[in-house]
């Protein structure tokens, strides 16, 4: 294999929405069965993971037993997990949890001649995200530090709008500043996020923004309102070559779930 064809393998799995009993549902789905699913199928299909990317919405309930369980699932891996806040976490009780040499919420990993930068885009009490200036802060430091890796950047919200105008009210409100931000920087190669429980995969300059479903319940595309889609739940696969090449694509489970109910009003 020569150095151009061989890669670093990441796994994106997102909004996991557990909830403190792993029989407990919302929106008639188990949450905590579904993650199960998802990286069960994400494990057997990629036999080599170099890192675990959590991308927020870890917790429905953000309380002990919820980020104990993920941390139970995640810790015999073997594999480097970080986890980044979403909405709905409590990102001190994360910090507090998720704090072994193999599950943590490290915000800066490097892998070959690629770091992973994570952000938190979080808002206290808020469903939308912003930067605040120490995140933007930090981000900078990361890229005027280490010009020669490449730069893979992870958060909950998403930067661009998905044409879903009532997801659209919570996406990152200084997305403009992420954007100048990153300009100068040859780089980035890509900025992922979750919160939108839907793919998006838009290249902006030489920058890819991707979203990625949720491993549970997903949001209709373009829907005005908030809507429920059938559609399966799934992961992303991030192979990352160091020329800086950067391929992706998401799997979803083979079946739809089981007790979705579409017809809620929010959650
Ligand atoms: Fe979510």
Known sequence: ????????????????HLLASPDATMLGVNTAHYFHAVLDMALAEHSAVDLILLTGDLAQEPCRASYQQLLNSLNPLDIPCICLPGNHDDYALMQQLLATTQVNCRKQVFLNNWQIIGLNSQIAGSPSGRLADQELAFLASCLNDYPRHHALIAMHHHCLPTQSSWMDTMMIENSQELLALIKPFPQVKAVVCGHIHQVMDI???SVRMLGTPSTCFQFTPASPHFSI?????????IQLYANGRLDTRVTRLPRPLVGLQLDNEGY
């Open 203 to 205: 290249t902006t300059g």
């Open 1 to 16: 294999m020569t150095l151009t064809t061989k890669c670093l393998s990441v796994l994106q799995l997102t909004d996991l």
């Open 229 to 237: 889609d059938k559609a399966a739940p799934g992961y992303r696969l």
